[in-house]
């Protein structure tokens, strides 16, 4: 059992708690995620690691509230327990090198950007942040993306916060002017990610994406996480668990990924109107 | 008295009563079956069934207690050799192994050792509730990664003998493949749980949601204090055929289907967890894992599940006794074909038809067998123009896996072969002291049983090795 130490609601919808876990806590680098269930009849679910504190062994989740195992989570509260919590998994995101990087983040993918982008800071690189999100209450982490960014753009679909308009507006304008960036780390919905790397092909940046499938063990047994690379002519299939979750976008089928994610789609939507009206209930 | 040339029938649920449901197949013996069973064993005396028994069990000793009545007695000598009992006699390849060996056999069918193991462990966990009595601790520390099968077994022996063992689970139950590989209907998890608990009563701990490799590294185990570490974390990443169409929705490795169904408990109606049910199902290969994908896709409730190999009936490995329980249950043995393809639902008007993308049939040729390989083994060949296509809706891709890299890539001075399987001796010590392994980790895909006699070995190295440092 490991213990929600703290909650902290970030918008409607996306919520931040701090688990105990001191052998994460430990280990987890900006990049990595855990797996967590919440009862013990419940599914397993990866969540990117949002930052982690090794003196009070205490590890930070941030989620969007999506489906039935989201919403039991967000119905937990500070001080009680939750059933499984294992990691850090995946690889840590790669830094080395790099010295002016372009973090590009949307939505909850945010939360998965914001460790990246104060990484990299703390390395001492240059940090250009650019988060959109679809309107002014879905926006989260400015204070976090101001403190570790040397420039941040917020942008908004609707234009009710920030800029109006998608992250590759501000990302395009700016690799137009000549901006130089080692790399560009994009994080956020698969259409998105798959935008910004068409985006930034024509100047030949690398752009890494950080993937989010769906996910059993996260340890490379289930091979439920695979996606398709395309290198060289070559398909390649790379189970993201233990290969990724980040992978060079050039190389990454995002449609196909994108058509995988929706598997369920049904029985996710089924199961968080199922779990609301348990709550609604109670 | 002439002896009675047919084992005794093992009782089962009907066929068409069990496909449609997750009990256990296997009823069990009564003791009057079994007891009439054991008076079969001719009590060899060079025994050539313990020869055959990688954990070499004291066969004729143990029937010898069930012919006189003494079932716990029958227990306590299957102990001494076997951490799971109950296990082994559920799941173990008997017919090509202790049961080969078997004198009766030459002229009769052999003695139903399994059967007995099996009778007299699930006779025990009924019937006995006091715990084993606790060793007296030895002082030693032993670390043993995965709870499967080898794990078990290596942290069993170890702890009868007064060993501090832990062993570290990455999921959240501990088993290993016997919790989210082999089926409820063919290995119920109550009796996995009651065999960990025997151990934990031994004083074996058992720290789950620790993966070695990740959370903690082989390294850092012996700087916490452990002198000795068993790896046995099992067979990893399923393979792919690398044909066009696996990344449909619909298509699974075995993996990943069964540890929806088993571990996640996706059979159940009020599962978290989602699993794709009913309509048409192929399972692509031939081995024990296939057959358990292709039953549990008939229970979940599959109108029609195949199976599809590229060799023949004779070639098939699967277990014979699984082979039949799959076809008397129903599943439609598509033998030399091989699939090329998996097709997919594109609809051209509408690219957000949300039946977009899911599998819809998958194209298979014929094959004939060829020419024997360096193995013996006649190799398929495809017959030219013979391409169909199978109906289906859900593929689960059952043709084995390669082992895991998590802990080769972060223990300096641990080799692995080729195929990435750890290299060990004959004593299951690895290329770095202290650190030993056995199972579908060293092997690669391979029976429980064998894994367990790898703990075995392992364990008996272990004690050598830290009593004599």
Known sequence: ?282 | MAINPKKHEMPTQAPDVRAHNFQEVALGYTSEMAVSEAERCLNCKNQPCVSGCPVNIHIPEFIDYIKKGDFEGAYQEISKSSSLPAVCGRVCPQETQCESKCTLGVKFEPVGIGRLERFVADWHNENVTENPVKPVPNGHRVAVVGSGPSGLTCAGALAKKGYDVTVYEALHTAGGVLVYGIPEFRLPKTIVAKEVDTLKALGVRIETNVVIGKTLTVDELFEMGFEAVFIGSGAGLPSFMNIPGESLKGVYSANEFLTRSNLMKAYREDSDTPIMKGGKVAVVGGGNVAMDAARTALRLGAEKVYIVYRRSMEELPARREEVEHAEEEGVDFQLLRNPVEILGFQNPEDPRDPRNGFVTSMRCVKMELGEPDEKGRRKPVVIPGSEYELEVDTVVMSIGTSPNPLIKDTTNGLEVNARGGIIVNEEGLTSRESVYAGGDAVTGAATVISAMGAGKTAAKAIDDYLMNN
């Open chain 1, 1 to 282: 059992m490991y213990k929600i130490v703290r909650k902290k609601s970030l918008n409607k919808t996306v919520t931040q708690m701090e688990i105990e876990a001191p052998l994460v806590a430990r280990k987890g680098k900006p990049g990595q995620f855990i797996i967590l269930r919440v009862d013990s009849e419940g599914e397993r679910i990866p969540l990117t690691i949002a930052g982690t504190n090794p003196k009070e062994g205490t590890v930070k989740i941030i989620f969007q509230v999506v489906g039935g195992t989201t919403t039991k989570l967000n119905n937990k509260n500070e001080g009680e327990f939750i059933e499984d919590f294992v990691g850090p998994l995946g690889r840590a995101t790669h830094t080395e090198g790099i010295q002016k990087v372009c973090i590009v983040g949307g939505g909850v993918g945010c939360a998965i950007a914001m460790p990246v982008a104060e990484e990299f800071h703390r390395l001492g690189a240059s940090v250009t942040s650019i988060v959109g999100f679809r309107d002014e209450n879905l926006v989260i982490l400015e204070d976090e993306f101001k403190a570790c960014s040397d420039k941040l753009i917020i942008m908004t679909d609707d234009g009710s916060y920030g800029r109006h308009g998608n992250v590759t507006v501000p990302l395009k304008e700016m690799l137009e002017a000549g901006e130089q960036f080692d790399m560009i780390i994009t994080i956020g919905p698969l259409i998105m990610m798959k935008f910004v790397t068409l985006t930034a092909q024509p100047f030949g940046v690398p752009v890494t994406a950080s993937m989010n499938p769906i996910m059993i063990d996260g340890t490379g047994m289930c091979g439920g996480c695979r996606l398709t690379l395309h290198r060289d002519g070559e398909r390649i299939t790379k189970f993201a668990c233990v290969d990724g979750p980040e992978f060079n976008a050039y190389e990454i089928d995002f449609d196909e990924a994108m058509s995988r994610g929706r598997m369920y789609a049904d029985f996710e939507r089924h199961s968080y109107e199922e779990t609301c009206n348990l709550f609604k209930k109670a």
